[in-house]
């Protein structure tokens, strides 16, 4: 009989895209266990619906904790460790890669360490690193594929990249199971507020200006974060170990372009007196080593494993946008606490 995967450590189940997937794996019958430190960008408020269910199991811990992580695991089996947990903003890595070395490299080997041991008591355990197109640096034609070589530009992807080849050296050199995601970028509900998308939504509904770097014209590729978490559940239960798979959903348009989407959604929805949102657009100094383009080949996923991306882009950007106005005090209360919104990356701080 097929082996089913059952118990889950998500560690990062508190951010972004982690809470959608603890969500997705809770909706699933999974019983999950959530290590998170709740950074400035965690919130256990995003996991608010699975927060009571039996499954579910929270852990205010680090992923840098030897302590922690060796006595907690100790005695207990799983049958995957999904790692989510990392910094993640280019520009926070720009004025201090410091917690960027530490939690992306220095903490994905001491889960690595960890996960050998969980896979002595359960051979059919795997380890499952989320990682980022953006250790492809930028291409100005055409599109990455698992084939890529690494080049990345900003201290965050280098230090994505030094987690990947972590990862696979573990693979090779202990036969630890192993895969490597890389996605592009995400936009979707409860994203916080650092993020282009969000910081445009929010900035819009305050009426401040909406800053883009340069002259707008740098390309990303976007997808749902509900496509990108259906991609990782069908990479968990079918994906070939020791293999990366490349997640993208052909939605690669230029930061310009996104903005006056976001502005006609905001147009749409609540529209302003004798005026667009698009008014409020404003061309910023650029991000120091500003990619220029990142777009994502994911034939792979798609003919072995027959993944599809299933949200259209403007519909789903559109969604997005409604859940930004109509969850007003959960950003407010991120902006208030957490960050307000300031531009960052421009100075090195240390
Ligand atoms: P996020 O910043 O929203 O969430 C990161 C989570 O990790 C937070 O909950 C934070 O508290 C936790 N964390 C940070 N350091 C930790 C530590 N030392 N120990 C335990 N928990 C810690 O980020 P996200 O956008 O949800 O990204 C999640 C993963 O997906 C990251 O690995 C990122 O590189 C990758 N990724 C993100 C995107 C994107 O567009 N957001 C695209 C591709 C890949
Ligand atoms: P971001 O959300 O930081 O993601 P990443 O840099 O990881 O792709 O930025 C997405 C794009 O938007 C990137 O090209 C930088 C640009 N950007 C702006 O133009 N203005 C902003 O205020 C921010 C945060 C980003």
Redesign the pocket.
């Known amino acids: 009989m097929e082996y089913k995967i059952k118990k889950l450590i998500v560690t990062g189940g508190a951010g972004f895209i982690g809470s959608h997937f603890v969500r997705l794996s809770i909706e699933k019958g999974f019983n999950v266990t959530v290590i998170d430190k709740l950074t400035y960008s965690g919130s256990l408020e995003a996991l608010n619906d699975v927060r009571n269910n039996k499954n579910f199991k929270f852990y205010k811990e680090s992923i840098l904790d030897d302590k922690f992580l060796l006595e907690f695991f100790r005695e207990k089996q799983y049958d995957a460790l999904i790692n989510f947990a990392a910094e993640t903003?280019?520009?926070r890595s720009i004025e201090n890669s410091a917690d960027f070395v530490l939690t992306n490299i220095v903490g994905v080997q001491k889960l690595l360490d960890l996960s050998i041991d969980l896979h002595k008591k359960n051979q059919s355990f795997k380890f499952i690193q989320i990682s980022t197109d953006?250790v492809f640096g930028s291409i100005k034609s055409g599109s990455f594929s698992e084939n890529s070589k690494y080049k990345p530009n900003s201290p965050?992807a280098a230090s994505k990249a030094g987690g990947d080849h972590l990862v696979l050296s573990y693979y090779k050199t202990y036969g630890l199971p192993v895969i490597i995601t890389n996605c592009s970028?995400n936009y979707g509900n409860n994203q916080f507020p650092?993020?282009?998308?969000p910081?445009l939504i929010i900035k819009a509904l305050q009426n401040l200006y909406l800053?883009?770097?340069g002259n707008?014209n740098?390309m990303?590729d976007w997808i749902n974060v509900k496509d990108h978490c259906d991609a990782i559940m069908l990479i968990l239960e079918q994906g070939v170990i020791g293999e990366q798979y490349l997640i993208g959903a052909d939605n690669c348009i230029r930061?310009i372009d996104m903005a006056e989407k976001i502005c006609n959604s905001l147009d749409d929805l609540l529209p302003l007196k004798n005026k667009s949102y698009k008014n409020l657009i404003k061309f910023v100094t650029d991000?120091p080593g500003?990619?220029y383009r990142?777009s994502i080949n994911s034939n792979k996923i798609k003919n072995e494993l027959g993944w599809r991306p299933k949200i259209d882009f403007d519909r789903g950007l559109k969604e997005t946008v409604k859940w930004y106005l109509n969850n007003k005090t959960i950003w407010e209360k991120t902006l208030k606490e957490n960050y307000s919104g300031q531009?960052l990356g421009l100075n090195k701080l240390i």
Request: aromatic share 18%; no cysteine.
């Open positions: 903003h280019v520009d953006e965050y970028n650092e993020k282009f998308v910081l800053p883009i770097y707008g740098q990303r930061n991000r500003h990619d990142y531009r």
